[in-house]
Every structure is written in C-alpha cells, then in structure tokens.
C-alpha cells in the first residue's frame, strides 16, 4: 500500500487588526507526544493522520481570543494521540462522528467559561479544521471559517460551506455570488462556538485525497478580501512550494486591504494518493496566474 507523503505550513497574525482574536494549531503526527510540524518539511502520513484547526474568536475586551484559545485548546485534547483509539477511527462513520464531538466540545467548554467569568460573556469563535486519514480528509466547521482544495488538475474547489446570513441569502436565490462578496453584512454569522442561545451545530464532510492536493483553512480575514478566483490564481502559480503559496497569500491579501486577522494553514499532498480526475470536483479552472512570489523558491 502506498504511503500518503505531505508538507504543510501556517501563518497567523493581527493583520489588519491590533489584536489578533484568530488561533490555530497544526500536527503533522498525531501519534506523536507533541504537537508540532517542520514548516514544508515532506513526512509520512501516520495511521492516526495529521490535523490542522483554524478559529476566528469574536467578543470584546480580549474575549475573542479567549474562546478561539479554548476552542483550540479543547480539540488538541481530544486529538491526542491515546485519545484516538480504534474505536474511534473504525470507519467513516465512527471518524466524522468524532470531528463533530470534538467541535461541540469546544463549543461547551467556551459557553462555560463565559457563564463562569463575566468578563467573558458572550464570546464566541469560529471553527474549520481538517483530519487526514489515509487517503481521505474529514472537513469540520461552524461558522465562515472556510476551507478550500486546490488541484492543478481541476482547479478550486470550496469544501466548507459558510453558516452566515450573506450565505443564507445565495442559498435562497435572493443574492448573487458575485455582490454577496462586497455584502455589508457579511460578518453575520448563523452558527458558532459560544452562541448562548443554542449549541454549536457543526458540519462535517469527507473527501478523497489525490496527489498534488492542496488542502488551505482560513479565517474570512483572508477569504473576505481575496474573491475564489483570486485565491485559485495565486495557488495555481504556486501550489508546488508550500511556504512559497503561504507567503503568496499573505502578500496578496495585504495588497487586497485587508482589515481582520489572518490565519492561513496548508498541507499539500506531494505523493502516495493517486491522480486527481477533473471530471470529479466542482471547480473554478484558471488559465492565467498573479503572484509577486511565483518564481521565488522559498
């Protein structure tokens, strides 16, 4: 059986903002007793996979930062490695039920908190994250943190699909696309971490991995500033050298006038998953490529 062979990278910053309210976690090794990966290094995909978690807190005084915090907090936990035991990764069924437990547990441990400490109430955060698993990703969110897989076959593709009230409306036929991206209230979002009025109600969806697969979480302070199309440019002239296409998207997004944090997390399939079909995917094909970064090797 051949082994999944990948590489990833991140970069989280206040941006466009003083504070940065965004936090993420990234592990190459889930069987391993730390968290931790080598910046595009190439390693094996381990039998209890790799993990990538991206949240976007929200809430004054600070809070923002607290809940995203816990939310990352409360999942590395409950991904450690004596954690994921057989009965949890049996199947599909078993894995994708344990990526939504997990979300609704960082869901709890936020409201908690925020009954616990005044100070705190309130507070909410974001979630996507993505679990490698052989030659699958399990895709989990709750709210507008998005995630997205680039093919050079095929193009992007959005796999999230975004819990805000801008979404609701194109969902409803009542908004384009196209005007839903400059919509001014685009930062309502209809399910989240926290929200003291009902439990988080998270979505989780798998899909087959293909070689050269490049798989990016996001807060909506780069994807509320970079159209699809813009971002599928800049990974097509880069998707080859993953701290080259990290740099490219943060370099865009700044030139974009970016206003929010910005938390970016890749991992790119290099070998061992087999060729993508292009007839498969929903995508956005683009022929023409932009990027300052395209003939720099990082």
Not at 25 to 43: A, M, P, R
Not at 67 to 93: Q, R, W
Not at 136 to 143: A, L, N, P, S, Y
Request: proline residues 2%; hydrophobic residues 35%.
């Amino acid at each position: 059986m051949s082994i999944i062979k990948f590489n990833m990278a991140a970069r989280c910053e206040s941006a466009g903002r003083p504070n940065n309210e965004d936090n993420f976690q990234l592990t190459d090794n889930l069987s391993g007793y730390q968290w931790s990966f080598i910046t595009g290094k190439e390693v094996d995909l381990d039998e209890k996979g790799a993990l990538m978690v991206v949240c976007d807190g929200m809430g004054g005084m600070n809070a923002g930062e607290v809940a995203s915090g816990l939310a990352v907090k409360t999942i590395k936990e409950l991904f450690y490695y004596d954690n994921l035991t057989p009965p949890e990764m049996e199947s599909t069924h078993t894995i994708k039920q344990y990526v939504e437990q997990a979300i609704i547990a960082a869901d709890n441990k936020i409201r908690d908190e925020g009954r616990q400490n005044g100070q705190f109430e309130g507070m909410g955060s974001t979630v996507v994250l993505a679990w490698f698993v052989d030659k699958e990703v399990f895709i989990g969110w709750c709210g507008n943190s998005r995630a997205y897989r680039f093919n050079p076959s095929s193009g992007l593709e959005r796999l999230s699909h975004d819990h805000s009230y801008v979404q609701d409306l194109v969902d409803s036929g009542k908004l384009s696309e196209e005007l839903a991206f400059d919509h001014p209230d685009n930062n309502i979002i209809t399910r989240s971490l926290g929200d003291s009025h009902q439990q988080a109600r998270p979505e989780v969806k798998c899909f087959s991995l293909c070689n050269n697969d490049v798989i990016l979480l996001c807060s909506d302070g780069l994807s509320g500033v970079l159209r699809d199309e813009e971002i599928s440019a800049i990974m097509a002239g880069n998707y080859d050298k993953i701290n080259r296409l990290r740099n490219a998207l943060w370099i865009e997004s700044e030139k974009a006038g970016w206003t929010d944090n910005v938390t970016i997390a890749l991992c790119r399939i290099t070998s061992g998953a087999g060729a993508a079909d292009p007839s498969e995917a929903e995508f956005i094909r683009i022929n023409t490529y932009s990027s300052l970064l395209q003939n720099e090797n990082v």
